[in-house]
Each structure stands twice: as C-alpha cells, then as structure tokens.
C-alpha cells in the first residue's frame, strides 16, 4: 500500500509555543489529508479535512485559529498547534486518500505524540 | 457518529482462540467500512475492507461480516496469536474525499 510520513513521530514543548508537525504521502499524490486527534484510549476524532490548495474544513469544536493547516502541495500537509497548552497534550494522526475507483482508500501516518508542560 | 468512550471494551482470548471484535456504526448512507489494527504509539494499520453491496469478505485469517439492516460489523481472526495484541476500530466512509468516522475500538489481549 502507499506510505504516509509523519514527522515529527514525538515531540515536547513548552506551553505557549507552537509545533508544527508534517505529513507526507511518499509514493503518491493526495489532494486530501485528513488530521486525526487521539487522547489515551479513546477513538480517533477527525479535526479537520486539509485539501490541496484551498482552506482546511475544520469539524465542529475544533478551533482553526488554535490548529493551523496547511497543504502547499500534492505531498505534504502540516498541522501547527498554536500557542500549545497542557490540554493540547494527545496523539496526532494524519491520513492520505488516494482514489481506488469508485472508492477512496486512507492511508495513516505514523503519529505525532505532543507532550505540552 | 458515535459517542467516544473513556475506557476501551477489552477482548481477552487464548492464543490460537479465534476473536470476535463487533462494532456499530452509525450512518446508514455509508456505504465502505475498514477495519485498522492500531498499536500503542502507532497509527492505524488497515486489516481489512468490505463494500456495502457485500455481506461477507475473507482475507488471511481475517473475515469482516457487514449487516446492514442493523448496522452491524465483526471482524473474526482465526487462531489468534499474542502479535495480534492491539486495539481495533472499525470505521465507515461517509464522504467521496475518504473521511473516515470511526468506532469506539476494542483492545484486543491474547494470553500465550
């Protein structure tokens, strides 16, 4: 199946700064990204839909201003958490969707664990 | 969609058991479910697909069962081994652009 990069796979900052964490689809083009948040046991929940060339889609509860897309390109979309604080601490997931003929089929990264102290 | 749960229904099985993992999902318009496999720390794994207009599809040591009229979904793995240990989510295709709801995920024990 196609490879979905994500970077980087952990990372800790101080609240009140921002991380940008990337997501790459390595051997094929996505016009769509998908960023997923996940807290310890619990589902994935979808944050916001990131298409190449236009604004993010954000869900419902998610604050665009706090959580940044962008998708320059075919291969790469990048989530910055602005101004982070402990609450932000969770698991980010990104996913590629590549068109398989009537269908469309995601393809997951690896995460991001973001730790906020 | 379905509410998400603070804690994740466990599955404990003996290794070489076959697993039952069931899930409901909550779109009756959708009309493509996957199964992912997710290990601690991981992104999830795709396992597994089936399409609404089929009922029943095999793979190695996997079978996903679709019941539509009461939206319903299992994925059964034969002969369970302790590698199979992780939590599984189903999810359901709701949009053409492929996102993905998914389910409440179950943590599936295997004991060697």
């Known amino acids: 199946g196609a490879v979905v990069s994500q970077h980087p796979s952990w990372v800790i900052c101080k609240s009140g700064t921002s991380v940008k964490i990337e997501c790459r689809s390595l051997?094929?083009?996505?016009?769509?990204m998908f960023w997923y948040r996940q807290f310890p046991k619990q589902s994935l929940m979808l944050m916001a839909t990131?298409?190449?060339?236009?604004?993010?889609?954000?869900e419902q509860g998610v604050e665009k201003d706090k959580f940044l897309i962008n998708h320059a390109s075919l291969t790469l979309s990048t989530l910055t958490v602005t101004s982070a604080h402990p609450e932000d601490s969770s698991f980010y997931i990104c996913?590629?969707?590549?068109?398989?003929?009537?269908?469309?089929?995601?393809?997951f990264g690896q995460g991001t664990r973001l730790t906020v102290v | 969609g379905e509410s998400v749960g603070l804690h994740l229904p466990t599955l404990s099985v003996q290794e070489g058991d076959n697993s039952i993992i069931n899930c409901a999902y909550s779109?009756?318009?959708?009309?493509?479910f996957i199964w992912y496999k997710q290990e601690s720390g991981k992104g999830p794994q795709f396992i597994i697909d089936i399409r609404s207009n089929m009922d029943k599809r095999q793979g190695q040591r996997v079978t996903v069962l679709l019941n539509k009229t009461v939206k319903h979904l299992s994925l059964q793995i034969a002969a369970t081994q302790p590698g199979d240990s992780a939590v599984y989510f189903c999810a359901e295709n709701t949009g053409s652009q492929g996102n993905l709801i998914f389910g409440k995920g179950t943590k599936l024990s295997v004991k060697p």
């Open positions: 990131s298409n190449e060339g236009s604004k993010a889609t954000y």
């Open positions: 996913s590629a969707s590549q068109p398989r003929g009537r269908y469309t089929e995601a393809f």
């Open positions: 051997d094929f083009q996505a016009t769509t």
């Open positions: 779109n009756s318009a959708s009309d493509y």
